[in-house]
Structure formats: C-alpha cells, structure tokens
C-alpha cells in the first residue's frame, strides 16, 4: 500500500509540522518566562523586604543614638552642676579658713601687744 502526496499535501504536512513546532516552541519560552517572572518578582519582594528591614533596623539606631545623646547631655549638666557646686564650695571653704586664720593672726597680734 503505498502513500502518495501530492506537492500541495507535502507542503501543508511540512507547514503544519512547523506549526506545531513554533507553537511547542512558544509554549516553553512563555512558560520560562513566566518562571523568570516568578523567580525575579519573589526576588524584588525579599529584596525589598530586605531594604524595609534594614530602614527599621536604621531608625532604631538613629533613636537609640539620640536618647544616648540626651543621657550624655544629663550627665554632662549634672557634671557641670556639680562643678559648679565643688568650686563654690572649694572658694567658701578657703573664705572660711582665710578668715580662721586671719582671726588667729589677729588674736596672736594682739596677746603679742599685750605682751610688749
């Protein structure tokens, strides 16, 4: 039993076979491309994820950092308060020992006079 084609059923064979060779071709580069589309939009989430986290993790440092900025500024009044306190307690200390002793000098000059 032998088959004959004839040209144009040869030519419709060959063009259909193509056909069905462009369209399995298509159907994988479409299924690869939603896969890249998949792969790269999961990509984009975790990096942006990423990006978020670390803008978090940023702000909290910069808070962190300003509420350890205003314990120095405390401490640093305190420090100054307290100097200033330490110096004006030093200066009434030594009024007070300047006049001791000028009042011991005072009373020595006297018993010296009362002497001679």
Known sequence: H???YTHA???QAVASAGFDLKSEYNRQLNALNRQHQLEAER???EVDGLRRD??????????????LQREVMAVS???????KELKSNFSRYMGDIAKQQLQQLQILETQTRREV
């Open 2 to 4: 032998l088959l004959v």
């Open 9 to 11: 059923q040869m030519d």
């Open 54 to 67: 670390t803008e978090i993790r940023l702000l909290d440092k910069e808070m962190e950092i300003k509420k």
């Open 43 to 45: 990509w984009f989430s």
């Open 77 to 83: 009044d305190v420090s100054s308060d307290a100097t």
